[in-house]
C-alpha cells in the first residue's frame, strides 16, 4: 500500500510539472483571448451581459451570440486580482486541475500499470493545443467530469453523482455555449449502448437495468432542458449546429482545420494507432461503449483539431482496462520518474516562449489613434488586439457574427 501511494504520488507530480513544462513552453497571449479579456472588462464595468456587438463598426449594434461570457468575466477578474500573471494562473490551474482529476478518478487503473501510466501522462502533452487562454481548457474539465459521471452510472446502476451532470450542463452553456451540447449527446449514446445486448466478434454490449436506462433518459432531459439558462435562451440550443455548417469559419479558422500529417499532426495519428494496437492485443472482449466513443472522437479529431484533446480524455477512462499488468518489474520506477520528470523540466524551461505577444507595436496604434479612423479595414487576426485597444474593427475572431455576410 505504501510503494503504491508512493507511485500515486509521483504521477501526480510528474503530470503537475507536465503543465508547468507546457504553460512555460507554449502559453502565449493571442488575438482571441484578447478580445475575450475586452468584452469581460466592458460587462464587468457596464454591469451588463452582451448580446449585441460594441466592438467593431462593420457589425455595430448587430446580434452577437456571446455563448462564452462568463469565461469572459471570469478571466477580466481575475486580470484584476492577478494582473498580467492572470493568464498563466489561468491556463496552469486549469491544466493542473485536469490532470489530476484525470488520475484522481481512475487512480487504481493507473497504479495497475506504472509503466504504461506514465506513458500515457506524457500523452497529455497533446493539450499544448490548448494551453493559451480560452475557455476550452474550462470544457475539457467539464467534459471529463462528464465521461467520469455518464461510465459511473454505466458500471453502477445505484450512482447518484450522474445527477450532477445537468449542473455541470447548466455551467458549460454559460463557460463555453458553443460545445456544450456534448452532456446531452454523449447521455444519448450511453442509453442507446445501455439498451442493446449483443456479441459481435470481440465487440461485446451488455443490456442495462431498466433503473440504468431510464435514469440516462431523464438526465439527458434535464441537460437539454437547462441549456436555455443563459443569456440567449432557446438560440444556444442551436448554435453549435449551425457553427458546424459553416463553410466560412470552416475555412478560416486554424483549429476547425482537417488534421494533416505534420509536425503536430503526427502526434494524434500516433495516437489513434496506440489505442488500436491495445485493442488488437487486448486478451479481454471490447465493449462497445468504448469503441463507440473511441471511434467517434477519433473522427471528430481527424476533422478538426481542436477534438484531439476530448479523444485523449474519453480514452483514460477505458484504455486501462484492456492494459494487461505487466508479467516482470524490469525498472524501478519510484527511480526512473524522479528523473524524467526532472528532464521534462529542464526541457520545458529552456523553451519558454520568448516572443512579443503583440503583433502591432505602440507606434502604429499611436498613429492609428492620431488619425481617428473611423472605418479601419483589418486583417482578420489583428482583431483582437485593435479591440483591446479601444480601436473598431472591420472584422474580428469572433467570426460567428460575421459569416452571415461573408
Given at each position: 500500500?505504501k ?11 510528474l503530470?503537475i ?32 451581459i452582451?448580446t449585441?456587438?460594441?466592438f ?9 451570440m ?9 478571466i ?9 500573471f ?11 486541475c ?15 500499470n ?14 499544448i493545443?490548448?494551453s ?6 474550462l ?28 449542473f ?5 452553456a ?11 449527446i ?19 454490449s451488455t443490456?442495462?437495468s ?15 432542458s437547462?441549456l436555455?439558462?443563459?443569456?440567449h ?26 488534421t ?26 471490447i465493449r ?24 485523449y ?13 505487466p508479467k516482470k ?29 503583440y ?27 485593435l ?9 474580428d475572431?469572433?467570426?460567428d ?6
Amino acid at each position: 500500500m505504501k510503494t503504491k501511494n508512493s507511485y500515486y504520488k509521483l504521477l501526480i507530480l510528474l503530470s503537475i510539472v507536465i503543465s508547468i513544462v507546457i504553460v512555460l513552453t507554449f502559453t502565449n497571449i493571442d488575438s482571441d483571448y484578447l478580445w475575450h479579456f475586452t468584452a469581460g472588462k466592458y460587462m464587468v464595468n457596464n454591469k451588463t451581459i452582451l448580446t449585441h456587438d460594441v466592438f467593431s463598426w462593420s457589425m455595430k449594434n448587430q446580434y452577437w451570440m456571446s455563448h462564452e461570457w462568463l469565461f469572459e468575466v471570469i478571466i477580466f477578474k481575475l486580470f484584476q486580482l492577478f494582473n498580467n500573471f492572470s493568464i498563466y494562473i489561468y491556463v496552469l490551474s486549469s491544466l493542473i486541475c485536469l490532470n489530476i482529476l484525470i488520475i484522481s478518478i481512475n487512480k487504481n487503473k493507473y497504479l495497475k500499470n506504472i509503466y504504461f501510466s506514465t506513458i500515457w501522462i506524457c500523452i497529455s502533452s497533446i493539450l499544448i493545443t490548448i494551453s493559451t487562454p480560452r475557455p476550452q481548457i474550462l470544457s475539457l474539465i467539464l467534459f471529463c467530469l462528464t465521461i467520469f459521471l455518464l461510465y459511473d452510472l454505466y458500471e453502477n446502476e445505484n450512482s447518484k453523482k450522474i445527477y450532477f451532470l445537468p449542473f455541470i450542463s447548466l455551467i458549460w452553456a454559460n463557460i463555453h455555449g458553443g460545445s456544450s451540447n456534448l452532456p446531452y449527446i454523449l447521455c444519448f449514446i450511453f442509453l442507446i449502448i445501455s439498451s442493446i445486448n449483443i456479441k459481435l466478434f470481440n465487440f461485446t454490449s451488455t443490456k442495462k437495468s431498466n433503473k440504468q436506462i431510464l435514469t440516462y433518459l431523464i438526465i439527458m432531459l434535464l441537460c437539454i432542458s437547462v441549456l436555455i439558462i443563459n443569456p440567449h435562451g432557446i438560440k444556444l440550443f442551436l448554435y453549435p449546429y449551425s457553427n458546424i455548417n459553416d463553410n466560412l469559419m470552416k475555412s478560416i479558422i486554424s483549429e476547425w482545420q482537417p488534421t494533416t500529417i505534420n509536425n503536430i499532426g503526427i502526434f494524434y495519428y500516433l495516437l489513434i494507432c496506440l489505442i488500436i494496437l491495445i485493442f488488437i492485443n487486448t486478451n479481454k472482449n471490447i465493449r462497445i461503449i468504448d469503441f463507440i466513443l473511441f471511434g467517434c472522437f477519433a473522427y471528430l479529431g481527424l476533422s478538426s483539431y481542436r477534438f484531439w484533446n476530448y479523444l485523449y480524455i474519453t480514452s483514460s477512462f477505458y484504455i486501462f482496462y484492456y492494459i494487461n499488468k505487466p508479467k516482470k518489474e524490469y525498472i524501478k520506477m519510484n527511480i526512473v520518474l524522479p528523473y524524467l520528470i526532472i528532464l521534462i523540466l529542464l526541457f520545458g524551461i529552456s523553451n519558454i516562449n520568448k516572443k512579443n505577444n503583440y503583433a502591432l507595436s505602440n507606434k502604429y496604434i499611436k498613429i492609428i489613434k492620431q488619425e481617428k479612423i473611423k472605418r479601419l479595414y483589418n486583417y482578420y487576426d489583428l482583431g483582437g488586439e485593435l479591440i483591446y485597444r479601444n480601436i473598431p474593427v472591420f472584422v474580428d475572431g469572433r467570426a460567428d457574427l460575421y459569416t452571415n455576410y461573408n
